[in-house]
C-alpha cells in the first residue's frame, strides 16, 4: 500500500484548463506505473491514463487524448494529469492509483481497476458549460 493523496481540483468553466496533482507517500510510490481514473455521477469509474515509473510511457483514453498529460517527477513523488480545453463531460471525482507492482503497464492491465494496489480519496472536477 501507498498512501496517496490528490489535489488540484475545482469548478471550471468549459474551455479552462486544471492540473491535478497526486502525492506519494515514502520512495516505494516512485517505482510503480501509476494512473488516473474518474467517475462521474452515476457512473462506472473509468480509465483516464497511464504512466510507466520513468515516465518513458504514456496512454490516455480516447477521450482525453490530445487534451491531457499525464506526468511524474519521481524526485517529488508526484503524477500530474494536466487538463486542457475542458468539458462538462469531464465532470467527475478523479482519482490516482498505483499499479500491482510486477505488472506490466499495457493495454490490457492499465484499464482494470482490480490491478491496482493503492488509490485516493480522489478530487473533485467540476466544469460549468
Known amino acids: 500500500q501507498v498512501p496517496l493523496v490528490e489535489s488540484g481540483g475545482g469548478l471550471v468553466q468549459a474551455g479552462g484548463s486544471l492540473r491535478l496533482s497526486c502525492a506519494a507517500s515514502?520512495?516505494?510510490?516512485?517505482?510503480?506505473?501509476m494512473s488516473w481514473f474518474r467517475q462521474a455521477p452515476e457512473k462506472e469509474r473509468e480509465f483516464v491514463a497511464a504512466?510507466?515509473?520513468?515516465?518513458?510511457?504514456?496512454y490516455y483514453t480516447d477521450s482525453v487524448r490530445g487534451r491531457v498529460i499525464i506526468s511524474r517527477d519521481n524526485v517529488k513523488n508526484t503524477v500530474d494529469l494536466e487538463m486542457n480545453r475542458l468539458k462538462p463531460e469531464d465532470t467527475a471525482v478523479y482519482y490516482c492509483?498505483?499499479?500491482?507492482?510486477?505488472?506490466?503497464?499495457?493495454?490490457?492491465?492499465?484499464?482494470?481497476?482490480?490491478?491496482?494496489?493503492?488509490w485516493g480519496q480522489g478530487t473533485q472536477v467540476t466544469v460549468s458549460s
Open positions: 492509483a498505483v499499479l500491482s507492482p510486477g505488472l506490466p503497464l499495457n493495454s490490457a492491465t492499465m484499464t482494470q481497476q482490480y490491478n491496482y494496489v493503492s
Open positions: 515514502g520512495r516505494t510510490g516512485t517505482t510503480y506505473a
Open positions: 504512466i510507466s515509473w520513468n515516465g518513458g510511457e504514456t
